[in-house]
């Protein structure tokens, strides 16, 4: 079963402007993963944010954290055609397994 | 090797027949995953090796399907007596293992099409 799960489940931008997406998920977690897909095949990890932890920030990204709320959000700045992709959360609960999301699909228009 | 490996990328096979997927981890990953995503879905955990055992088999959809890892390196997922519902992506992963706040290096996937 789904852990987490994303929102919008699509997101249309003009180059240039901000992307934010959501990840809500149910049950304590270790950490919290955001991954990217290109073209259906392999993903490619973005950014881990660990439980104890409420943000982090990696070039353009920055990924908040709020265990409180069991969610967490993605934020793209400045968003570029090459974003253009599927963004999943994973979470892992303590047993090296992470389970996805269904993924939001972010079109970058230029 | 520098990343991980899947073979064959792309696999068409009649329903009823056997198939063998392979995968070939980051050299010196102790830990291997396979994952399978359906068209426009999420991913769907199958399998998770520590070494070459397996001590999470809990996704794996029915008997028709195994896995095996030797030498704790490359893994072969096996489906046999195919049916257009194992129609998918098959993702392989792999990391360190060493801890379990790790990320995971996937592969390019294995398209399967089952006829």
């Known amino acids: 079963s789904q852990q987490g799960e994303e929102d919008p489940q699509a997101l249309s931008i003009q180059e240039g402007e901000n992307a934010t997406m959501n990840c809500s998920y149910k049950t304590s977690i270790n950490n919290l993963q955001w991954y990217r897909q290109n073209s259906g095949r392999g993903l490619v990890h973005l950014i881990l944010?660990?439980?104890?932890?409420r943000e982090k920030h990696s070039g353009r990204l920055r990924v908040t954290l709020d265990t409180s709320k069991k969610s967490s959000s993605l934020l793209i700045t400045a968003s570029r055609a090459a974003d253009t992709a599927s963004y999943f959360c994973?979470?892992?609960?303590?047993?090296?397994?992470?389970?996805f999301g269904a993924g939001t699909t972010v079109t970058v228009r230029a | 090797g520098a990343g991980v490996s899947q073979s064959p990328s792309n696999k068409v096979t009649e329903k009823g027949k056997d198939v063998e997927l392979r995968c070939d981890p980051i050299s010196g990953h102790t830990a291997l995953y396979w994952y399978r995503q359906s068209l426009g879905q999420g991913l769907e955990f199958l399998i998770y090796?520590?070494?070459?055992?397996?001590?999470?088999k809990s996704g794996l959809p029915s008997d028709r399907f195994s896995a095996e890892r030797t030498g704790g390196s490359v893994s072969t997922l096996t489906i046999q007596r195919t049916q257009q519902e194992d129609s998918a992506v098959y993702l392989c992963?792999?990391?360190?293992?060493?801890?379990?706040?790790?990320?995971?290096?996937f592969g390019s996937g294995t398209q399967l099409s089952v006829l």
């Open positions: 090796f520590q070494g070459n055992s397996a001590p999470d």
């Open positions: 994973a979470t892992e609960k303590y047993d090296y397994k992470l389970s």
């Open positions: 944010i660990r439980s104890n932890e």
């Open positions: 992963a792999s990391s360190s293992g060493q801890s379990n706040n790790e990320k995971l290096f």
